[in-house]
């Protein structure tokens, strides 16, 4: 099972509603799950995912199994302190660097 579905389930779970229902609230076909769950297709539309993401709060990457946005901040406060707005292009510095060095330790 695809990870981003696992995460979708997941977090259906803890609004206590079903897929079929979140699908329903957000005007997806609830097939377009099941086809990506069972793996008849590889992924979910860009659309799709953007809705599915607006829905719950929760960024596309989070989706994916990337950190929550409650856990990103907390990360960004702590590596570059409160003092200041970190734009995206530091904090993608920031997780190159952190994927690189995840990489390096495995050599």
């Known amino acids: 099972m695809p990870a981003a579905y696992e995460r979708i389930e997941e977090l259906c779970k803890e609004r206590k509603i079903t897929v079929t229902l979140m699908c329903r609230q957000c005007g997806i076909p609830r097939s377009s799950l099941s086809d990506y769950k069972t793996g008849r297709v590889q992924s979910l539309s860009a659309k799709a995912l953007a809705k599915i993401a607006d829905y719950f709060g929760v960024s596309v990457d ?3 199994g990337g ?3 409650a856990v990103e901040r907390e990360l960004k406060v702590a590596l570059f302190g409160g ?4 734009t995206d292009e530091m904090w993608n510095e920031v ?4 994927q690189y060095v995840k990489e390096k330790g495995r050599k």
């Open 95 to 98: 997780k190159r660097y952190a």
């Open 67 to 69: 950190e929550s946005p």
């Open 83 to 86: 003092d200041g707005e970190v």
């Open 62 to 64: 989070y989706l994916y």
